[in-house]
């Protein structure tokens, strides 16, 4: 048995979107299938588009879809020989009446794919997909998945936010695939989760007992966000990583925050990323003629994305509820200060090694950035600390070996009841 447990893993990570880019899924896939690879292990990756970016000793098997929310085509008319295929249609019905079919038909795709390669892997891990053909999978592969988030709490936040009836409607449509998840989530006998936030606040919304949990905190690559000490930092210049018109990020505030000090001195928000046009972000930023203030990058290269982290006074995380904090440790890894909301995991992440304010709270964020812009050497000291807080607690190294080790309890489990 021992011997056994020393055994190099066969692993498949499942991811049914995992874009490089944004949203943080495809960060997951590259980054926890690179750490296993290094740890010994044989790891492949099945994606639905957007594909991640795998390194090239690692298999990567895309699971064709009609790929009806690619932006470079987006909400095409599939041909007649492509929604034959009774999985692509449901997906075109799905997206035409407003829901959100992705991860209803990647699992569907993937059980197709598995159940031909049933003797090749030994764990399945799967990435927030919680689809009934992942349930199916778990019949025959031992099965695992990851909940980053109960993303109950993006619907409700989504939806408070609207106030229009028509578009709150919308949104509960978009987020109908939920009741699937809820119950297919029920189904494995253990759950990875990245914060003991994210398990407590998982086991409440999908009803699952807590003991099934294990927490394994998402890892920051800390060759790819590092300090640059010869960049000097420049005064009063905020980074945030965060564009998009999502509510449950909170920019809303920190934008808020900008206008009032703007009034006092000058200040830089440099926003990494693009705004939605003609969205709420542009609107707001308009209405506190914040204009010349503001800088929105587009999409950045991860060299330029790193020096502009060299380049600033302070980051700021002003989300409404993270499952774990992404920006926040990658902030830190490149030794910038840190103020974050102390909203769901972000506490778990920043700890003692930068400054926490209330949620949706702008007035809180101005005290806290104007502490910073005021008292270089604090800034520097919370840098510092961020810094030291991320190489010794959060590596992909170690969140790939608490990843192996709960694979081997799974695997176990799957055999007793077999």
Same mark, same amino acid.
């Given at each position: 048995?021992?011997?056994? !447990?020393?055994?190099?893993?066969?692993?498949?990570?499942?991811?049914?979107?995992?874009?490089?880019?944004?949203? =943080?899924?495809?960060?997951?896939?590259?980054?926890?299938?690179?750490?296993?690879?290094?740890?010994? !292990?044989?790891?492949?990756?099945?994606?639905?588009?957007?594909?991640?970016?795998?390194?090239?000793?690692?298999?990567?098997?895309?699971?064709?879809?009609?790929?009806?929310?690619?932006?470079?085509?987006?909400?095409?008319?599939?041909?007649?020989?492509?929604?034959?295929?009774?999985?692509?249609?449901?997906?075109?019905?799905?997206?035409?009446?407003?829901? +959100?079919?992705?991860?209803?038909?990647?699992? %569907?795709?993937?059980?197709?794919?598995?159940?031909?390669?049933?003797?090749?892997?030994?764990?399945?891990?799967?990435?927030?997909?919680?689809?009934?053909?992942?349930?199916?999978?778990?019949? %025959?592969?031992?099965?695992?998945?990851?909940?980053?988030?109960?993303?109950?709490?993006?619907?409700?936040?989504?939806?408070?936010?609207?106030?229009?009836?028509?578009?709150? /409607?919308?949104?509960?449509?978009?987020?109908?695939?939920?009741?699937?998840?809820?119950?297919?989530?029920?189904?494995?006998?253990?759950?990875?989760?990245?914060?003991?936030?994210?398990?407590?606040?998982?086991?409440?919304?999908?009803?699952?007992?807590?003991?099934?949990?294990?927490?394994?905190?998402?890892?920051?690559?800390?060759?790819? +966000?590092?300090?640059?000490?010869?960049?000097?930092?420049?005064?009063?210049?905020?980074?945030?990583?965060?564009?998009?018109?999502?509510?449950?990020?909170?920019?809303?505030?920190?934008?808020?925050? /900008?206008?009032?000090?703007?009034?006092?001195?000058?200040?830089?928000?440099?926003?990494?990323?693009?705004?939605?046009?003609?969205?709420?972000?542009?609107?707001?930023?308009?209405?506190?003629?914040?204009?010349?203030?503001?800088? +929105?990058?587009?999409?950045?290269?991860?060299?330029? +994305?790193?020096?502009?982290?060299?380049?600033?006074?302070?980051?700021?995380?002003?989300?409404?509820?993270?499952?774990? &904090?992404?920006?926040? =440790?990658?902030?830190?890894?490149?030794?910038?200060? /840190?103020?974050?909301?102390?909203?769901?995991?972000?506490?778990? /992440?920043? &700890?003692?090694?930068?400054?926490?304010?209330?949620?949706?709270?702008?007035?809180?964020?101005?005290?806290?950035?104007?502490?910073?812009?005021?008292?270089?050497? %604090?800034?520097?000291?919370?840098?510092?600390? =961020?810094?030291?807080?991320?190489?010794?607690? %959060?590596?992909?190294?170690?969140?790939?070996?608490?990843?192996?080790?709960?694979?081997?309890?799974?695997?176990?489990?799957?055999?007793?009841?077999?």
């Amino acid at each position: 048995m021992i011997k056994n !447990h020393k055994k190099p893993l066969k692993i498949c990570l499942l991811g049914y979107r995992s874009n490089p880019h944004c949203g =943080g899924q495809g960060v997951y896939i590259k980054n926890l299938s690179r750490a296993l690879k290094d740890l010994g !292990h044989e790891v492949d990756v099945i994606s639905g588009p957007p594909l991640p970016h795998i390194d090239k000793d690692i298999n990567l098997f895309e699971l064709k879809s009609l790929d009806l929310y690619n932006p470079e085509d987006l909400f095409r008319i599939p041909k007649l020989k492509e929604i034959i295929n009774p999985i692509n249609f449901c997906e075109w019905l799905g997206v035409i009446t407003m829901g +959100f079919p992705e991860p209803f038909t990647f699992g %569907f795709r993937a059980y197709n794919f598995l159940k031909k390669n049933v003797n090749k892997y030994d764990i399945i891990h799967d990435n927030q997909c919680l689809a009934y053909g992942i349930g199916l999978i778990n019949k %025959f592969i031992p099965t695992i998945a990851t909940i980053h988030h109960p993303i109950t709490v993006d619907r409700q936040i989504d939806v408070k936010n609207e106030k229009s009836p028509l578009k709150k /409607v919308k949104h509960m449509r978009w987020y109908s695939f939920i009741g699937m998840q809820k119950r297919v989530a029920k189904k494995f006998s253990h759950i990875i989760t990245v914060s003991r936030c994210s398990s407590k606040d998982i086991s409440k919304e999908f009803k699952i007992p807590l003991k099934k949990f294990r927490i394994v905190p998402n890892g920051i690559d800390i060759n790819a +966000f590092y300090p640059i000490p010869e960049i000097q930092r420049e005064n009063n210049r905020i980074i945030v990583t965060n564009s998009a018109d999502i509510p449950l990020k909170g920019l809303r505030y920190l934008l808020e925050s /900008v206008a009032e000090i703007s009034k006092k001195r000058d200040v830089k928000l440099i926003v990494i990323g693009t705004p939605k046009k003609d969205g709420k972000i542009l609107r707001l930023v308009k209405r506190l003629n914040i204009n010349k203030h503001v800088t +929105f990058t587009g999409r950045i290269d991860h060299a330029e +994305f790193v020096r502009q982290y060299a380049k600033a006074t302070v980051a700021v995380v002003p989300s409404l509820y993270e499952g774990f &904090g992404l920006p926040a =440790g990658e902030a830190m890894a490149c030794g910038v200060p /840190v103020i974050s909301t102390n909203a769901g995991a972000l506490p778990e /992440v920043v &700890g003692n090694a930068g400054i926490l304010v209330p949620p949706g709270n702008s007035k809180a964020l101005t005290s806290a950035i104007l502490k910073v812009f005021d008292n270089p050497d %604090f800034g520097k000291k919370i840098g510092d600390l =961020g810094y030291q807080r991320i190489k010794t607690h %959060f590596t992909w190294k170690v969140a790939a070996e608490k990843c192996v080790d709960i694979y081997r309890e799974v695997i176990d489990a799957h055999r007793r009841f077999q």
